[in-house]
């Protein structure tokens, strides 16, 4: 799997957007980014995931870059309970069995009221 | 209704000593996993199992075990617990059609060897 490189910690005041940067060069052609966070003494909670299209869902938006190298999580009204360790995750879609995620060190975001 | 559920939640017990931590998933799901996460908060994968059979075996002692009686259950029993074996487990599950290879995991069981 290609390793992902996050800024270690970020602040974003409640109510504005968080941009949540992530760079992952050495992705291959069939890899997907994925994004996970977790909230404190919870586990891991799936966010979002795309190959190269820009998705949207309830919870978040992601960006990718054209070249791929590169993707942005945007939380577009942080509330204080988005308080988390942030993943982002490159890995194979391929729905092999021996499919598994390798989590990386992520960004700690904390929304400030 | 917990998707992935792990009991118990907190474990304390002494050093040598052999516990078990139960974990069962209620999505129809056919492939589970352990993953440890440790004091300095890295996650990493331990076992995986795809329809009882283990699939990921990643370089973990054989003092851990993982059971998986069925489809739904995954178990992890570990023998003669050291203090290094203290840590946050986490069970987890996924499909590529039902979850489209998104891991759901449980709140984990925090094992603290004394």
């Known amino acids: 799997d290609a390793k992902t490189t996050q800024p270690p910690s970020m602040d974003c005041a409640e109510g504005r957007a968080a941009n949540l940067p992530c760079n992952h060069s050495t992705i291959s052609g069939n890899e997907y980014v994925y994004w996970y966070r977790q909230i404190h003494s919870q586990g891991p909670q799936y966010i979002i995931h795309?190959?190269?299209n820009n998705e949207t869902n309830e919870m978040a938006s992601l960006i990718i870059t054209e070249d791929r190298k590169s993707s942005t999580l945007i939380l577009p009204h942080a509330t204080l309970r988005d308080t988390a360790v942030y993943y982002c995750i490159v890995a194979l879609n391929s729905g092999g069995s021996n499919y598994k995620l390798t989590f990386g060190k992520g960004t700690l975001l904390t929304v400030n009221p | 209704d917990t998707a992935v559920s792990q009991t118990p939640k907190y474990l304390v017990t002494q050093m040598g000593n052999d516990k078990s931590i139960k974990c069962e998933q209620n999505?129809?799901?056919?492939?589970m996993y352990w993953y440890k996460q440790d004091s300095k908060k890295f996650l990493k994968i331990m076992f995986s199992y795809n329809n009882k059979e283990l699939i990921i075996n990643e370089t973990v002692p054989n003092r851990f075990s993982p059971k998986s009686p069925d489809k739904a259950h995954l178990n992890l029993h570990i023998n003669s617990l050291e203090l290094g074996d203290s840590a946050v487990y986490f069970c987890?599950?996924?499909?590529?059609?039902?979850?489209?290879?998104?891991?759901?995991f449980g709140e984990g069981s925090w094992l603290t060897v004394v």
């Open positions: 795309g190959l190269k």
């Open positions: 987890a599950s996924s499909h590529p059609v039902l979850s489209g290879n998104t891991i759901y």
């Open positions: 999505l129809g799901h056919d492939t």
